[in-house]
C-alpha cells in the first residue's frame, strides 16, 4: 500500500504528555510532521515539545469537553495552517469487580475513553475535511476480548471501536479516512499502574499466550506510525492481534467459561481491588478534575 510522506504534515494526538502519545508524537516529528500535543499535563506536554525534532505545540486540554476542544482546534489550524492527522489516544483506566465499582471512576473511563474520542472528532472533522485526512483512533485488545474485572476499559474500547467503524463510512466520500489501531498490553503508566494491584497482575498472568506479555512500547508505536503513513483502516500494535479477528466471534462465550473459573478463584482477595483510575495518567485526571471544581 502507498505510504504518504509525514514531511510537513501536521498531526494532532490527545493524551500526548506520556505512553504512547508521547511516543508517537516524537517518531512522527523524527519524519518531518508538525505535531499538535494535547493533554492534561502542561509541564509533560512542554517537556515532550521541547524534545521535539520539529515545530510543535502545546495546548492543555480535557478531551471530554467540547467547548474547549473546539477552541483548541480552531488555535491548532491558525497556528499551523491545517491539519493532516488525528490520533485519539486519551485514555484511562480503573479496574475490579463491576458490582464493587466507584461508579464516578466508572463513568469517567467512558467519559475520556469513548465521549473523549468522539469530541475529539467532532472538533477536528471539519479541519480534517479540508486536506482530506485521517483519523486515527487508539483501541486495545480490550474491544476484541471482553475480560472480567475491565467493565469499563473493554465497554469504552469496544465502543471507540465501533465508533471509528461507523465513522468511516460517514466521511471516507469527504477523502477523510479513518483507522483503528489495536494494542495489546503495552509497557506504560496506565498497565504499570495496574500492575501495582496484586490480584489484578496475578490474573493478567493467568491469560494464555501472547496475551499474558507486556510489550514494549517501541515496536508497537512503529506500527502505528506506518499505519499513519498507509492511511490504514485497521493497525496491530502487536503482530498476532490480527488474527484475533478471525476467531473473536467465539471469545465471549469462551471467556466466559473461562472467566468465572478465574474469578472464582480469586473472589475472596477481590475486595482489595482498588476502585480508581490507575496509573499516572489516572492519577493526572483526577487530580484535574479536582481542580476545576
Not at 509533560?44 to 477552541?71: A, C, N, P, Y
Not at 475520556?112 to 475529539?120: D, E, Y
Request: charged share 25%; proline share 4%; aromatic share 6%.
Amino acid at each position: 500500500m502507498h505510504r504518504m510522506d509525514l514531511e510537513g504534515q501536521v498531526a494532532v494526538i490527545t493524551g500526548a504528555a506520556r505512553g504512547v502519545g508521547a511516543l508517537l508524537a516524537r517518531k512522527l516529528s523524527a519524519r518531518g510532521a508538525k505535531v499538535a500535543l494535547l493533554g492534561l499535563e502542561p509541564e509533560g506536554l512542554k517537556e515532550v515539545s521541547g524534545r521535539l525534532h520539529g515545530e510543535s505545540d502545546w495546548w492543555e486540554v480535557d478531551v471530554t469537553d467540547h467547548q474547549e476542544m473546539d477552541r483548541i482546534a480552531g488555535e491548532v489550524k491558525q497556528r499551523f495552517g491545517k491539519v493532516d492527522v488525528v490520533v485519539a489516544n486519551a485514555g484511562v483506566a480503573a479496574g475490579g469487580p463491576f458490582a464493587d465499582s466507584d461508579p464516578n471512576a466508572w463513568r469517567r473511563v467512558i467519559e475520556v475513553n469513548l465521549i473523549g474520542s468522539a469530541v475529539t472528532g467532532r472538533a477536528f472533522l471539519p479541519t480534517l475535511t479540508a486536506s482530506r485526512g485521517y483519523f486515527l483512533q487508539i483501541a486495545s485488545l480490550a474491544a476484541i476480548t471482553p475480560a472480567p474485572l475491565m467493565t469499563a476499559y473493554c465497554a469504552s474500547k469496544s465502543g471507540v471501536e465501533a465508533f471509528a467503524h461507523s465513522l468511516r463510512s460517514e466521511v471516507a466520500h469527504r477523502g477523510v479516512r479513518v483507522g483503528v489501531a489495536y494494542l495489546s498490553w503495552t509497557d506504560t503508566d496506565m498497565v504499570r499502574g495496574a500492575d501495582q494491584d496484586e490480584v489484578m497482575r496475578e490474573l493478567r498472568g493467568r491469560l494464555p499466550w501472547p496475551a499474558n506479555r507486556t510489550y514494549p512500547p517501541g515496536p508497537a508505536v512503529d506500527r502505528i506510525v506506518a499505519g499513519i503513513e498507509r492511511r490504514s483502516a485497521h493497525v496491530y500494535g502487536q503482530w498476532w492481534l490480527r488474527g484475533m479477528q478471525s476467531v473473536r466471534g467465539g471469545l465471549p462465550s469462551l471467556i466466559g467459561l473461562v472467566g468465572q473459573r478465574e474469578v472464582r478463584r480469586f473472589e475472596p482477595r477481590l475486595a482489595g481491588v482498588g476502585k480508581g483510575l490507575v496509573g499516572a495518567g489516572g492519577a493526572a485526571d483526577e487530580a484535574a478534575r479536582t481542580e476545576r471544581s
